[in-house]
């Protein structure tokens, strides 16, 4: 089922408008050959679209192959040539059916091309090419869907996490043919989806600028590709330079059982860390149906309890197990956050770790892009002293480059997929790193000094004020012992629901949530940041986080924001979601609406959508609504301050509203 224009307007302030269209002339055109253009397809038995939009001038270029019109093959072959383009899932689904296109395939063979790539898992290109006897020609193209953060997350979902102002699915069953009036609101939505792309390569320019640096360094185009992507295309390359070959992928064992190799500086003074020593060394590992590395139920239910506090060990880091913790810094405690610099890519340097299908060559490639890195910042630095701006700019886009595959690289590891698939190297790291932490625990509480908070590489610590040398003293030690470094940040308080979901405030007044409480407020890289994360009621965290820091009234925050953006909720739903029978698609977004009664549904079994009751459905933005119903979003403001720890006056915070 697809939405239809009509379905949105009910749920819109006012009638549903279609985005405005600028079309581009031919002179403009072909007189701005560097320009970049945001494209997509559209695709049905009886009408073809190729629709462009220039990203300089937000102007549009139509190519439509249907009973009335058809593609000018000139035009859009030397947009391809000598243009850049850009688009979501492109290299995999528009850029065969344009070429196609463009050799001529009718509407009804596009139609059938169109659903193979879709249906059939991994229908390559050049299958593709042999089936449909066509060639992709060159193109300067980037697809952006890698790029972007997160897991098989769509256009639309991106859409909604960007708070675009519509959002909508396919208007018209995709398997029917088109009427001329039906072929208009296709082009309109397709403008609309061209609309949500520009915005998601906006907030990603900084990262293709990053792999744009990297790849005229490796001279290997990376523009379209993930952290981790670029890490194995970069780390192979280099080493198949070495070796003089080329590197053959590893042949994943299903029975294969891993031991772990404790490392010499790992050593316990007390009885609970020993016991946990002894069960890591003792251990096998299994690998799963993936290929990972998976910790065995003796390691994953043992609670380690050092001072008093209780952590988890897995495979995706140590954990401590807080709920509803809140400390301040004061006159008696500070708190102190020391987290591991560069950690993972430290252990495999310290331990010299490499795949075994691959050897030293490894590490030896590895350590030069450490080294560049390190120099690159260094120049960095100095240029930004100096005051040479151009300089300090292009060895910080280095610097910052050469980080994406240095880190990237840890993500290979557990890939059957991948020429760098080694799950052995993967066990080591993490295992190494936990237990390093957890050494330092022990050795921190063993001086009478509490560590609160634990998670994959760094430790928060509520050091008495008297003995913050001997800290740093207990540390540094560490340091020397393991061959690691830790960077320090101190906190005026941190409230935390639990070891991935809290709020921090530091001694400069700045903002740091994690998990559930992140919004624009402790954002570094909204641009990036917010991509990662859907947004559900974001103005709650911005209230508790200025009446933790500054003191103002949840009341305040939430009335004075006439920014939608921040009261609505975005979910993806599987299968798609309804309101009162009419159906809003498969990302979602509402906010909580004055004596809205009733929620919003699955479509295919009517459960609730969670935190839909009293929803109502936004799934264009107009203006702000007059009907937003506060008091719930107060309530909830109240709710996450019990969940996170505090206890002073929140009774007293209820009766704001009256």
């Avoid at 945001?38 to 270029?61: H, P, Q, S, W």
């Avoid at 243009?83 to 395939?105: R, T």
């Avoid at 088109?178 to 990603?204: G, H, M, P, W």
Wanted: glycine share 6%; net charge negative.
């Amino acid at each position: 089922m697809s939405i239809t224009l009509e379905d949105i307007g009910k749920y819109e302030k006012s009638e549903f408008k279609p985005n405005p269209i600028f079309h581009l002339s031919d002179e403009e055109f072909f007189a701005n050959p560097d320009r970049t253009y945001i494209f997509d397809i559209e695709c049905y038995e009886n009408f073809f679209l190729a629709a462009f939009m220039c990203y300089e001038t937000g102007k549009v270029i139509f190519f439509e192959r249907s009973p009335d019109s058809e593609i000018d093959l000139y035009k859009l072959q030397w947009l391809f040539n000598s243009c850049s383009v850009v688009g979501f899932n492109s290299h995999s689904y528009d850029i065969p059916l344009c070429w196609a296109a463009i050799e001529g395939l009718t509407t009804s063979q596009l139609k059938e091309l169109s659903d193979q790539i879709i249906n059939e898992e991994s229908y390559s290109h050049s299958k593709a090419e042999k089936d449909w006897d066509f060639k992709i020609g060159f193109s300067n193209h980037i697809d952006i869907k890698e790029v972007a953060p997160g897991v098989m997350i769509g256009l639309k979902h991106y859409g909604g996490r960007m708070h675009v102002d519509r959002l909508q699915e396919l208007p018209i069953n995709p398997h029917k043919s088109l009427t001329q009036e039906e072929a208009i609101l296709i082009k309109d939505y397709c403008v609309n989806d061209l609309i949500v792309t520009a915005n998601l390569y906006y907030r990603l320019e900084e990262s293709i600028k990053l792999r744009n640096e990297l790849g005229l360094v490796y001279e290997i185009d990376l523009r379209s590709k993930s952290d981790a992507q670029i890490a194995e295309k970069v780390l192979v390359r280099e080493i198949e330079g070495i070796k003089g070959k080329r590197i053959k992928k590893p042949k994943r064992d299903t029975t294969q059982v891993l031991k772990y190799k404790m490392p010499s500086f790992i050593k316990s003074k007390t009885k609970e860390f020993k016991h946990v020593i002894k069960l890591v060394d003792e251990a096998i590992f299994e690998l799963d149906s993936s290929g990972k590395p998976q910790m065995p139920s003796q390691i994953k239910k043992a609670k380690i309890q050092i001072g008093s506090s209780v952590y988890n060990m897995g495979i995706g880091g140590l954990h401590s197990t807080e709920k509803r913790q809140c400390y301040v810094s004061d006159n008696e405690f500070v708190l102190i956050d020391r987290d591991v610099a560069s950690y993972y890519p430290q252990i495999i340097l310290n331990q010299r770790l490499y795949p075994d299908h691959i050897g030293e060559e490894f590490l030896q490639v590895y350590q030069s892009i450490v080294d560049k890195r390190l120099n690159a910042k260094e120049l960095s630095a100095s240029a930004k002293a100096n005051g040479e701006e151009d300089i300090y700019n292009y060895q910080k886009n280095i610097a910052d480059s050469l980080k994406i595959t240095i880190n990237g690289a840890f993500g290979k590891l557990g890939s059957e997929w991948s020429l760098l698939y080694a799950p052995r190297l993967l066990l080591q790291v993490t295992l190494t790193g936990q237990l390093s932490l957890l050494m330092l625990i022990e050795i921190v509480e063993s001086e009478g000094i509490s560590v609160v908070s634990a998670n994959t590489d760094g430790i928060v610590i509520r050091c008495p004020r008297g003995k913050e040398s001997h800290l740093n003293e207990i540390i540094s030690q560490w340091e020397k012992d393991t061959g690691f470094l830790t960077e320090e940040v101190r906190y005026r308080s941190i409230y935390s629901r639990d070891v991935n979901n809290y709020i921090a405030i530091g001694e400069d007044n700045s903002l740091k949530a994690k998990g559930s409480y992140v919004c624009d407020l402790s954002m570094k890289n909204k641009n990036r940041e917010s991509l990662m994360k859907n947004p559900e009621f974001t103005i709650c965290n911005e209230a508790v986080m200025k009446f933790l820091r500054d003191g103002e009234s949840l009341e305040k925050t939430i009335r004075n924001s006439n920014d939608i953006s921040k009261f609505v909720s975005v979910r993806k739903v599987t299968g798609g979601a309804e309101k009162d029978g009419v159906h809003l698609g498969k990302v979602i977004r509402w906010y909580m609406k004055d004596n809205q009664f009733g929620s919003i549904n699955y479509s295919k079994n009517g459960n609730k959508v969670p935190n839909s009751e009293g929803g109502y459905p936004a799934m264009c933005f107009n203006k702000f609504p007059q009907d937003v119903d506060y008091a719930w979003y107060h309530q909830r403001c109240v709710n996450i301050l019990k969940d996170i720890g505090y206890n002073q006056k929140v009774e007293n915070q209820l009766n704001l509203f009256g």
